[in-house]
């Protein structure tokens, strides 16, 4: 287990709702990222906190977006759900930006949107 | 376009053999690459980094190479075993801060 939680496991939502994904990074990381991962994909780079200010951003619409806490746990949230937002949701925590801190991912949440 | 391509077919090999897969990229150039297990239904769990300098990393049965030539990283796995059976990612550093860019994934399936 890598310390990284998410909630919820799983989350089943219709179209045009709003969703908040949750994720406590392990103790003392800073930094959260978020990936969309589609069945068979590979995950996808959503967005970046570092020190609860976002740091970066994948080529995902406004109806995502993101908060960081000064306890550095994290919230995605998206609005406006379609069909094609159902997938895993990960996040994962590093304790800091450089390529070789290692990142630790969360279990992921499950949303499927109907 | 940039790419980051994995076999996109499952790899099936007996327990014992060695195991070879392979990451491809286009277009990028990173200073850093990474590979990744993951089991179904959970987050991917980090293996190795590999720095461009770097021709050969190795991990108790584990061993990645980078070659910045051939735009290309092989990751074998030794004296596999049906434990080894996951997903692998290969990810690169391809931004600011630490955001990784992932490939597909390559299934494993080691048979007794």
């Known amino acids: 287990e890598t310390g990284v939680t998410q909630s919820p496991t799983h989350l089943i939502k219709t179209r045009g709702q709003q969703v908040t994904l949750r994720c406590s990074s392990q103790?003392?990381?800073?930094?959260v990222s978020w990936y969309q991962q589609a069945l068979g994909q590979g995950p996808q780079f959503i967005f970046q906190?570092?020190?609860?200010?976002?740091?970066g951003r994948g080529n995902f619409p406004p109806r995502f977006s993101g908060l960081q806490f000064p306890n550095y746990s994290s919230e995605l949230n998206v609005n406006a759900l379609e069909l094609d937002d159902s997938a895993l949701y990960l996040c994962?925590?590093?304790?800091?930006?450089?390529?070789?801190?290692?990142?630790?991912f969360g279990p992921g949440t499950r949303l499927l949107v109907l | 376009s940039q790419k980051i391509e994995q076999n996109s077919e499952a790899l099936n090999i007996q327990e014992g053999k060695t195991a070879t897969l392979t990451c491809n990229y286009t277009?990028?150039?990173?200073?850093?690459l990474q590979w990744y297990r993951q089991d179904p239904g959970r987050g991917p769990v980090f293996l190795l980094l590999?720095?461009?300098?770097?021709k050969e990393k190795r991990k108790e049965r584990l061993k990645v190479t980078f070659d910045t030539t051939l735009k290309q990283s092989l990751f074998h796995i030794t004296a596999s075993q049906p434990a080894d059976s996951a997903t692998y990612l290969c990810?690169?550093?391809?931004?600011?801060?630490?955001?990784?860019?992932f490939g597909t994934g390559t299934q494993l399936k080691v048979e007794l």
């Open positions: 277009n990028y150039s990173p200073a850093y």
């Open positions: 906190y570092y020190r609860e200010e976002e740091n």
């Open positions: 990810a690169l550093f391809t931004g600011g801060g630490n955001k990784l860019t």
């Open positions: 590999i720095r461009e300098n770097e």
């Open positions: 994962a925590s590093s304790l800091g930006l450089a390529p070789q801190e290692t990142q630790y």
């Open positions: 103790s003392g990381h800073n930094t």
